[in-house]
């Protein structure tokens, strides 16, 4: 069971304009890892993931996503294929009209049919797996980044999705909230078994977190391989990130 | 040379800004005809913008109803023509002042607000979380954005139309001792229904003019918070002048059917 791929890029190329940004890139998530993938801020690692998503179209290769083509596939089962799928945006991208309950109860009412109360006991139950059941009735903008962090967690999660995908999950924060936020992800990679793809450029975030690693460098997928084997390389290139 | 090729820039980059927007009312319309339609948030916009704007109408229709009555009343008194105030008055505030002055009211009020919150959901990535919540924004966000204020524009304008009149009659009242009865029997007796209903068609398009300019340039708006800000600036400005050309386009028409 464990080599069975549930994110496969093949031959990914994407422009904006004159500018490449992806120039051949692939990558494969197995089921149930890990992955780390990193990359200079504006490497494109950002529309990586807007392309796997099919929240942004690509210009030539192929994505697979469960088994489906991104590409070719009709809006309503790209809305379902969505659900399976966890996002954790850069910023958070909470709904800062909504307080924290309408945050988490948006996708569960767009996509189950549950009882008001089973609706209710979701939502506390997201709110308990991230530490902060205080804050069901606040606005976004009265909590700090970190708290606003893993609220976004919460609702990435609120759909018991196959997979998650943290766009620079640590980003932003404090060492110690940062270290939070690590902790917290691999609970829940524990608890639900789902497989990640973790963006990131903080060293520490991908000592702890990852099986496997991939490095985004000029729009390819450089070199991949464990922590230890990239961090004992000594390619100039590959050295530059574990400074 | 310069100085021209920034000018054809500009011009071009006009062009295709409406060519854009043109883009934007056709997805509107189709998206607005296929389900589903998010009925629970399109009730919820009416209310917001209703509540909004509500207050600033009803001052501003008092204040336009007391000034204009106060202003005009001198000119007719000199023809003796007071007694023509009423009519006067509901015909002007009726057909084109009440309608042009409030639908300005609420670009300001109503479209800048759209612009900077749809501004504020994209720039912070918002639109794509909804969007990869498998919700679809362009539904939730600006169809119900756009028919909300295409129903609540005429609604406000009634309003504020009504206002004015108040405002006016109590002038009368002060001023030349008619009673507001007699103001208002006259005001009735004045409007026909050639009146009120091109004056009350050309508000649904002005309703829709600002949700539409608000929405598209929120939807679009560029990354970084000065996007934001310019977003809901060009909102209004381009709104302002869309809504007198839409005005003279009405006038023009009624004008061709009418006489
Ligand atoms: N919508 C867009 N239009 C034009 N260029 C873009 C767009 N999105 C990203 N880019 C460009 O793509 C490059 C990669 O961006 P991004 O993926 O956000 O970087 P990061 O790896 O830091 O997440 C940047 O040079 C950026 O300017
Ligand atoms: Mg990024």
Same mark, same amino acid.
Request: charged share 25%.
């Given at each position: 069971m464990k080599n069975q791929p549930v994110i496969e890029i093949k031959n990914l190329y994407k422009s904006f304009g004159q500018t490449r940004v992806l120039n051949d890139f692939n990558l494969t998530l197995f089921k149930g890892e890990n992955l780390v993938l990193m990359g200079k801020s504006g490497s494109g690692k950002s529309v990586l993931i807007k392309c796997l998503v099919g929240l942004m179209d690509f210009d030539k290769g192929s994505i697979k996503v469960l088994g489906k083509d991104i590409s070719n596939i009709k809006q309503s089962e790209l809305d379902e294929l969505r659900t399976d799928i966890g996002f954790l945006f850069q910023g958070s991208a909470l709904y800062d009209s909504m307080t924290v309950r309408e945050n988490l109860e948006f996708p569960l009412r767009r996509h189950q049919n549950d009882s008001e109360s089973k609706t209710?006991?979701?939502?506390?139950?997201?709110?308990?797996?991230? *530490?902060?059941?205080?804050?069901?009735?606040? /606005?976004?903008?009265? @909590? =700090?980044?970190? /708290?606003?962090r893993r609220i976004a967690l919460a609702r990435a999660?609120?759909?018991?999705?196959?997979?998650?995908?943290?766009?620079?999950?640590?980003? *932003?924060?404090?060492?110690?909230?940062? %270290?939070?936020?690590? @902790?917290?992800?691999?609970?829940?990679?524990? %608890?639900?078994?789902?497989?990640?793809?973790?963006?990131?450029?903080?060293?520490?975030?991908?000592?702890? +977190? =990852?099986?496997? /690693?991939?490095? @985004? @460098?000029? *729009?390819?997928?450089?070199?991949?391989?464990?922590?230890?084997?990239?961090?004992? =390389?000594?390619?100039? %290139? +590959? %050295?530059?990130?574990?400074? | 040379m310069k100085f021209l090729s920034s000018h054809q820039s500009g011009f071009i980059s006009f062009f295709n800004e409406i060519g854009d927007m043109g883009n934007f009312t056709g997805r509107y319309f189709r998206e607005l005809f296929s389900k589903p339609f998010e009925f629970r948030e399109f009730l919820n916009q009416c209310y917001q913008m209703g509540n909004k704007s509500l207050l600033l109408v009803g001052v501003t229709g008092f204040i336009l109803g007391l000034v204009f009555t106060l202003q005009s009343r001198p000119t007719l008194m000199e023809f003796g023509a007071v007694s023509w105030m009423p009519s006067m008055i509901s015909i002007s505030i009726v057909r084109e002042i009440g309608p042009v002055i409030i639908a300005l009211i609420c670009a300001g009020r109503i479209g800048s607000s759209i612009g900077a919150e749809l501004g504020s959901m994209k720039v912070t990535e918002q639109i794509d979380a909804m969007e990869v919540s498998g919700t679809n924004p362009f539904k939730y966000l600006v169809v119900t954005r756009i028919l909300a204020a295409t129903c609540m524009l005429p609604l406000l304008v009634i309003i504020g139309d009504f206002v004015a009149l108040v405002g006016s009659a109590i002038i009368e009242n002060a001023k030349g001792d008619v009673s507001f009865t007699l103001y208002f029997n006259q005001v009735f007796e004045a409007l026909e229904f050639t009146d009120l209903i091109p004056a009350t068609l050309k508000t649904f398009f002005f309703g829709f003019a600002i949700g539409l300019v608000g929405c598209f340039k929120g939807y679009n708006s560029n990354k970084g918070t000065a996007g934001v800000g310019k977003a809901s600036n060009s909102a209004v400005v381009f709104t302002s002048m869309l809504l007198f050309v839409l005005d003279f386009i009405a006038v023009f028409i009624t004008d061709i059917f009418y006489s």
């Open positions: 209710k006991a979701r939502v506390e139950e997201a709110l308990e797996n991230v *530490g902060l059941p205080q804050t069901i009735d606040l /606005m976004p903008a009265e @909590l =700090s980044g970190g /708290m606003q999660l609120i759909l018991k999705p196959k997979i998650i995908i943290y766009d620079e999950p640590t980003t *932003g924060l404090d060492p110690i909230t940062a %270290k939070e936020i690590i @902790l917290l992800m691999m609970n829940i990679q524990k %608890k639900y078994a789902t497989s990640s793809l973790i963006i990131t450029h903080d060293v520490d975030c991908a000592r702890v +977190i =990852s099986n496997r /690693m991939i490095l @985004l @460098l000029d *729009g390819k997928d450089y070199i991949q391989g464990t922590f230890n084997e990239l961090a004992l =390389s000594e390619d100039p %290139k +590959i %050295k530059a990130f574990f400074k | -």
